[in-house]
């Protein structure tokens, strides 16, 4: 009997039934579940097994960067599986020589050596170890508007919310400075976060101090743009203390913001940077921890205690290549910055129009608006970690008419895939100035 590998298609309510039955949906009660049924998706969209149409306003999660179903890497996933589907991590192959290659030549500054993971919560999970073993020092500091994964170590350097029913008392880990306060819609002084940085430097010992573990710009808690002279100033820290820099560009890396990687847009090397999500646009799993090579030499002649059956994964690879030779030909990165400038004038419409929006921000095209019941109070659409009949009827609306997005707290996300054009930006946009008419009917004068 021949193996049915695709079978007929199901149905949009038979996919969610036996999903729900037979698998565990992630940071949600299974009861509240309410998964959208995928058949297939191209572009900037996806549809249901129905044909209802959907407008990716995250690029699921902030990662499908050059859009879905490129078939220019559908081809170079199939070309590899043809080839070579796995090579374990002992042996050297084709895609891995080259991909690690063409990250050194894209990387910031002198940063060329890469340790390929399976996404990125592993791969800051292995810049901890590296930083740790390179050094021999253990405390990790980093902030609590944050989110560097679900694993063991990384849940515990997160601050975000997630991290609560996850801790797992790892030591070493110090809380420091965020660059905005909550409920506040503009970054504080720099030279105050940077001297509250430098006082816990001072307090917890720079000897002891592995790394500042740091997203450049803050993902899910915010998109949390730092003010000029901040992401300098934790460098020059990390260099006077002999820290070593960790950018957390998992969310970030790979033309999100506007240009390679966030960091370009400060001028600042660090000394390790964590990648995943756009590195293969999603496409398949991969993740890197990419060092400068002084860190990687501390391994010439001293075992690196870090290993995944999946490490430099030659599918993976493949894909990554692929991946990036689309961002390179179809210069996306080019268009993301050039889109993040409509994007800008489209949040500040809504700001303009809306008197529910109490702030909007976005670098390239990683944005996002912040409702509020009252702008001169900034108190906020929903509490911090939670919701409200106002944020959940606007998130229904989005759903409803077409669009998906994340609806966080009282946020609405705004980050489509790097390809978009400015037709479909303002067929997003009309759908959540829609959703933006419920909010304000929630605003206290």
Known sequence: MALEVAPKTMSGEEIVALSKKYTLYEWAAQSHADPIPVDHAKGVYFWTPEGKRYIDFNSQLMSVNIGHGDQRVIDAIVAQAAKLTYAN????????????????????????????????????????????????????????????????????????????????????????????????????????????????????????????????????????????????????????????????EVMTGFGRTGEWFAVNHWNVVPDIITLAKGLTSSYIPLGAVAMRRQIADVFRDKVFFGGLTYNSHPMGCATALAALGVLEEDDLVGNSKRMGAVMRRHHQAMYAKHPSVGAVRNIGLFGILELVRNRKTFETMAPFNGTSDTMKAVAKYIRDHGMYTFVRWHTIATNPPLC???????EGFEIIDGALDIADQDVVA
Not at 202 to 217: D, S
Not at 420 to 426: K, R, S, V
Request: with cysteine.
């Open 420 to 426: 978009i054009t400015e037709e479909q930006l303002a």
């Open 89 to 248: 991590p002992f042996l050297a192959h084709e895609p891995r020589a080259r991909l690690g290659q063409k990250l050194a030549e894209l990387l910031p500054g002198d940063i060329d050596v890469s340790f390929f993971t399976n996404g990125g919560a592993e791969a800051n999970e292995n810049a901890i170890k590296l930083a740790r073993q390179s050094t021999g020092k253990h405390k990790i500091l980093a902030a609590y508007r944050s989110y560097h994964g679900a694993t063991g170590g990384v849940i515990a350097a997160t601050g975000d919310p997630r991290r609560w029913a996850a801790e797992t008392g790892v030591w070493g880990i110090v809380r420091m400075p965020d660059t905005y306060r909550w409920g506040h819609p503009e970054p504080e002084p720099v030279a105050e976060t940077l001297g509250r940085l430098e006082e816990i430097i001072m307090f917890e010992g720079p000897q002891t101090i592995a790394a500042i573990l740091l997203e450049p710009v803050v993902g899910t808690n915010g998109i949390l743009i730092p003010p000029d002279g901040y992401i300098q100033g934790v460098r020059e820290l990390c260099t006077r203390y002999g820290i070593l820099m960790i950018a957390d």
